[in-house]
Nanobody, 118 residues
Framework: QVQLVESGGGLVQAGGSLRLSCAAS????????MGWYRQALGKQRELVAT?????????ADSVKGRFTIARDNTKTTVTVDLRMNDLKPEDTAVYYC??????????WGQGTQVTVSS
């Protein structure tokens, strides 16, 4: 089991920047990939970006060149940051952190709201 605590959401004007952070604790040695997903009102949850234990990254086409995911591992925590630049109103959503174990079990954070005003 891991516990995921997200922070950093908020309200920003279009063109602005935000940084989301997710701290994982617990059985962190079982974590393979971590990532950020988002769910806009009335839409399905979608992948934003993922990062593996070897720092291999994957981005949704809609955020490439604007968002950057980074990972930091310590003995007791794994932290994943999502730096979001040039935000657009269509980036408005609840953003969720996810940790995937090597056995493919997924653990989710509680979500943090990002609102981009035009």
């Amino acid at each position: 089991q891991v516990q995921l605590v997200e922070s950093g959401g908020g309200l920003v004007q279009a063109g602005g920047s935000l940084r989301l952070s997710c701290a994982a604790s617990g059985t962190i040695f079982s974590i393979n990939t971590m990532g950020w997903y988002r769910q806009a009102l009335g839409k399905q949850r979608e992948l934003v970006a993922t990062i593996s234990g070897h720092d291999s990254t994957n981005y949704a086409d809609s955020v490439k060149g604007r968002f950057t995911i980074a990972r930091d591992n310590t003995k007791t925590t794994v932290t994943v940051d999502l730096r979001m630049n040039d935000l657009k109103p269509e980036d408005t959503a609840v953003y969720y952190c996810k940790a995937r174990f090597y056995d493919y079990r997924d653990f989710w954070g509680q979500g943090t709201q990002v609102t981009v005003s035009s």
